[in-house]
Nanobody, 125 residues
Framework: QVQLVESGGGLVQPGGSLMLSCGGS????????MAWHRQAPGNQRELVAFIPSAGRPTYADSVKGRFTVSRDAVKNTVSLQMNSLQPEDTGVYYCKAEGVFAVVSAMPTWVGDVWGQGTQVTVSS
């Protein structure tokens, strides 16, 4: 089974910082891109940051200059450093791996996109 597991969410005051991390299961062979999405209550899930296997990361306008995404392509992990957090950053943050190739039932298998279970980030005083 191919899995992603996020960690690092929590409660932080406005202006504070958090770092989210996401790790893939050991059977993942390659990933073309990794991303962070978030979903606030009552809202649709939105892209926060995307980092490709090659090239520069991209960010939602609302987080540019405050969030930084980084990736370890060998370990298939991705992190999101979030600074100057505001209440509007509150939501469940999801890690996504795109274009996943993994060992499934002892065979290299095209899996496609894989989502993590999400981690709650709450920005409140």
């Amino acid at each position: 089974q191919v899995q992603l597991v996020e960690s690092g969410g929590g409660l932080v005051q406005p202006g504070g910082s958090l770092m989210l991390s996401c790790g893939g299961s050991d059977n993942i062979l390659t990933v073309t891109g990794m991303a962070w999405h978030r979903q606030a209550p009552g809202n649709q899930r939105e892209l926060v940051a995307f980092i490709p296997s090659a090239g520069r990361p991209t960010y939602a306008d609302s987080v540019k200059g405050r969030f930084t995404v980084s990736r370890d392509a060998v370990k298939n992990t991705v992190s999101l450093q979030m600074n100057s957090l505001q209440p509007e950053d509150t939501g469940v943050y999801y890690c996504k791996a795109e274009g996943v190739f993994a060992v499934v039932s002892a065979m290299p298998t095209w899996v496609g996109d894989v989502w993590g279970q999400g981690t709650q980030v709450t920005v409140s005083s």
